[in-house]
T-cell receptor, first 115, second 112 residues
Framework: GENVEQHPSTLSVQEGDSAVIKCTYS??????FPWYKQELGKRPQLIID?????GEKKDQRIAVTLNKTAKHFSLHITETQPEDSAVYFC??????????????FGQGTILTVHP | SAVISQKPSRDICQRGTSLTIQCQVD?????MFWYRQQPGQSLTLIAT?????????ESGFVIDKFPISRPNLTFSTLTVSNMSPEDSSIYLC?????????FGPGTRLTVL
């Protein structure tokens, strides 16, 4: 089955700096890669996703890149703000395949943005 | 995105008992899932709740421990049976809309 590795486990930045979180996956059949933000005591919220036919996607201050050959994808947050502090999870799935909808999650990254 | 609710939001239970968690969606969805999030950990898929048929369980999870019902396209239940302290976790349902997946607010379970 799919295995997703996520690094780093913790990340501390100053407000205004950029933050990068990286994930690798094992199953070459995976074709959908969402990122979730989970604030303390709350549900995971989908913040951005990318599909395997795209190399990069941006949404305001966040962007995701995908390298299918190397089987890794990354989340980039620019101009970080204290409200970006949360746990971020990457995930992978084979959307449309026999494992349709089944997400395999990375271990999570605790991002702390210091004012 | 769909509005997803879960009941109860939290519970404290005694070992050996069972708890049934409900997940309600405000629109019909084909795919519903149940995840477990142990304290300070990531999310692990327990099973896919199939409407009108038996749930599909992931490795390490069995029907006797986590029976699931899916009577229609807007509702599912997960039962945690014969609980032990190791079952203390947050249990979340999710629904798929296209490729995107959205989570319920979770049920925080503590087993004493």
């Amino acid at each position: 089955g799919e295995n997703v590795e996520q690094h780093p486990s913790t990340l501390s930045v100053q407000e205004g700096d950029s933050a990068v979180i990286k994930c690798t996956y094992s199953d070459s059949a995976s074709n959908y890669f969402p990122w979730y933000k989970q604030e303390l005591g709350k549900r995971p919220q989908l913040i951005i996703d990318i599909r395997s036919n795209v190399g990069e996607k941006k949404d305001q201050r966040i962007a995701v890149t995908l390298n299918k050959t190397a089987k890794h994808f990354s989340l980039h947050i620019t101009e970080t703000q204290p409200e970006d502090s949360a746990v971020y999870f990457c995930a992978a799935s084979n959307a449309g395949g026999t494992s349709y909808g089944k997400l395999t999650f990375g271990q999570g990254t605790i991002l702390t943005v210091h004012p | 995105s769909a509005v997803i609710s879960q009941k109860p939001s939290r519970d404290i239970c005694q070992r050996g008992t069972s708890l049934t968690i409900q997940c309600q969606v405000d629109s019909q969805v084909t795919m519903m899932f149940w995840y477990r999030q142990q304290p300070g950990q990531s999310l692990t898929l327990i099973a896919t709740a199939n409407q009108g048929s038996e749930a599909t369980y992931e490795s390490g999870f069995v029907i006797d421990k986590f029976p699931i019902s899916r009577p229609n396209l807007t509702f599912s239940t997960l039962t945690v049976s014969n609980m032990s302290p190791e079952d203390s976790s947050i249990y979340l349902c999710s629904v798929a809309q296209g490729d995107e997946q959205f989570f319920g607010p979770g049920t925080r379970l503590t087993v004493l």
